[in-house]
């Protein structure tokens, strides 16, 4: 018994007709599954940056800045007091790979110390009153920016641009 292969539409046959109603369907599904998300997403939304005056924008950065230095500088302090003295081992296998998970936590230490420093520079800047303004440009960094970046020293623009400059220096 041979099975029948179903023939898919060809341009010639009518395809492009029932092409043209698939597509049709397709964005009418999607054009009604946003207006769904978009009717749910006004119900259950959080405050938004606009929603917030940037002074408490900015109480509220002040706080989360405060609080992960206060993580980091514990996690420096555990990191410190439990940190294994170079130890030989007779495999060297096993050396290695102490060597290795040694070099990681120093290395990663000195990011934390390097995202202090940050941290510090930007509660000095929202005591200072210049927070949130860009360095380069002197323009008002955009809150969602600072929410999601609150080291951040330059707006979107003039980061693109820099960016965009380093990449070129290293062509």
């Not at 120093?106 to 202090?116: A, C, T």
């Amino acid at each position: 018994m041979g099975s029948k292969k179903k023939k898919t539409p060809s341009l010639k046959t009518g395809g492009t007709k029932k092409l043209k109603k698939t597509i049709k369907k397709v964005k009418e599904k999607t054009i009604s599954s946003r207006k769904r998300k978009k009717s749910v997403s006004k119900v259950s939304k959080p405050e938004t940056s606009s929603s917030i005056s940037r002074k408490d924008a900015i109480k509220t950065i002040k706080s989360q800045l405060l609080q992960q230095k206060k993580i980091l500088l514990g996690e420096a302090g555990a990191t410190l007091n439990n940190m294994p003295a170079a130890i030989l081992y007779p495999d060297m296998g096993d050396q290695a790979g102490m060597e290795i998970e040694r070099n990681f936590l120093l290395r990663l230490r000195g990011r934390e110390q390097k995202l202090l420093k940050k941290i510090d520079e930007a509660l000095e800047r929202i005591e200072n009153g210049t927070f949130g303004l860009c360095e380069i440009c002197g323009k008002e960094i955009d809150l969602k920016r600072l929410m999601a970046r609150p080291v951040t020293t330059m707006c979107i623009e003039c980061k693109t641009e820099q960016e965009e400059e380093e990449r070129l220096r290293e062509m």
